[in-house]
């Protein structure tokens, strides 16, 4: 889900240690992952393992990132992919150029309007950006037949991760991605993809995966109403991970967006705004313990969902 990022990591060919804490492939995380002392980043609750990571220098520039996936019974039901850029104080109006280039002029993926993007909010003032933006995505396509030729056979490492841990990945994915950059606020660029199996959330099982088709597309979502009620719920987690993002990544207060309106209209309050994955993951536990049976452990998850 780190696209944007990843049309700047074809140039940064070459191996370094940047100056910051890392992990390894297979390496489990919970509660956060640190990139900096001062950038540390919340994970969603649960067990996450590493599944892919990357990092580059070049000319005095830098990059690293991750993916970490959620794994139920050897399929992934949530994923997260965290990347950042730090340009330093040179080459400042090559990479003002090329940003703007990958973030608003790329013609297949970038901060605006695009058919498989749900929702997008953003601000961009001179070299500064703020995005914000939630999706569908066939998988299976972006992984190993991406529509950009550039991008084919960049996740080498990890497709072979997967296949080695006989790793299955959901067909569809929904979620959302958040990008922040600004030399008022350290000259870093962040970007976060949070993504979720729909069926791991309670959806109804997909009939369609090409993008275009989905029952997740906007222009498709009004004709199934589960699919829609699941989407909004993912809009709210995700305008929640934004306002956190942004303070994670100290985005300036005149930079930030306001997302009240997803997270007010769209947050569950019978349940008191509670994290609907967190509630289904422990209705499952007790499930598996055999505390409830399948009856009930059908009936309390359609209570949470409605």
């Known amino acids: 889900m780190l696209r944007s990022l990843l049309y700047l ?39 996450w393992v590493v599944a892919d990571r990357f990092a580059y220098s070049y000319y005095g520039v830098t990059t690293k990132g991750y993916r970490l996936l959620k794994i139920k019974e050897k399929k992934a039901v949530e994923g997260i992919s965290i990347a950042e850029l730090d340009i330093g104080p040179r080459y400042q109006s090559i990479f003002n150029r090329i940003l703007y280039e990958i973030m608003f002029k790329n013609k297949y993926d970038g901060c605006y309007d695009r058919p498989e993007y749900y929702v997008l909010e953003f601000f961009a003032k001179g070299s500064s950006h703020n995005c914000f933006w939630v999706l569908h995505e066939d998988v299976y396509k972006e992984l190993f037949d991406p529509e950009d030729p550039e991008l084919r056979g960049v996740n080498t490492q990890y497709k072979a991760w997967l296949r080695d841990n006989n790793i299955e990945l959901p067909k569809v994915a929904i979620g959302s991605s958040h990008s922040y950059f600004s030399r008022l606020s350290g000259g870093k660029w962040f970007v976060i993809s949070h993504g979720f199996d729909p069926e791991f959330l309670g959806a109804p099982k997909s009939k369609f995966v090409k993008e275009d088709q989905s029952e997740y597309h906007k222009y498709n979502i009004s004709n199934f109403p589960k699919h829609k009620k699941i989407m909004e719920k993912v809009i709210s987690i995700g305008a929640k991970r934004h306002k956190k993002f942004e303070i994670e990544v100290r985005a300036k207060e005149h930079h930030k967006l306001n997302l009240d309106i997803y997270i007010a209209n769209l947050s569950d309050k019978k349940d008191n705004d509670d994290d609907v994955i967190s509630q289904i993951k422990k209705l499952d536990e007790l499930f598996k313990s055999g505390v409830i049976d399948e009856k009930e452990f059908k009936k309390a998850k359609e209570k949470i969902l409605k």
């Open 9 to 47: 990591f074809i140039f940064f060919c070459f191996f370094g240690n940047a100056n910051s804490k890392s992990y390894r492939i297979g390496d489990k995380l919970d509660s956060q992952i640190e990139f900096y002392k001062k950038y540390v980043f919340e994970l969603p609750e649960g067990e």
